[in-house]
């Protein structure tokens, strides 16, 4: 049974930092593709950052030079370290696994709220 659990969302000022994590269990997050997703109301879901098998990272537009990805594989845990943060990064953030069986899987969410 597969359980993704985010944590590390709450209140934040503009400018500030953050960092979520996700926990895993019943998939390997140095074997399966990791990613963020956030979703703001009455907004698709979208790609924050994501990080493959061999390591390489890929970061949607808003956010490059700003968030990174990281994984600890002791931990089989993977981290987003939000810095410069903006009001429009105020969304529900998404753990997601794409194993290598094409399975797909998500977290509960944890909600972000920048305040200007």
């Known amino acids: 049974q597969v359980h993704l659990v985010e944590s590390g969302g709450g209140l934040v000022q503009a400018g500030g930092s953050r960092t979520l994590s996700c926990a895993a269990s019943g998939v390997i997050v140095s074997r399966d593709s990791m990613g963020w997703y956030r979703q703001a109301p009455e907004m698709q879901r979208e790609l924050v950052a994501a990080i493959a098998r061999g390591g390489s990272t890929n970061y949607g537009d808003s956010v490059k030079g700003r968030f990174t990805i990281s994984r600890d594989n002791a931990k089989n845990t993977v981290y987003l370290q939000m810095n410069s943060l903006k009001p429009e990064d105020t969304a529900v953030y998404y753990c997601?696994?794409?194993?290598?069986?094409?399975?797909?899987?998500w977290g509960q969410g944890t909600q972000v709220t920048v305040s200007s």
């Open positions: 997601n696994s794409k194993t290598i069986w094409g399975l797909d899987y």
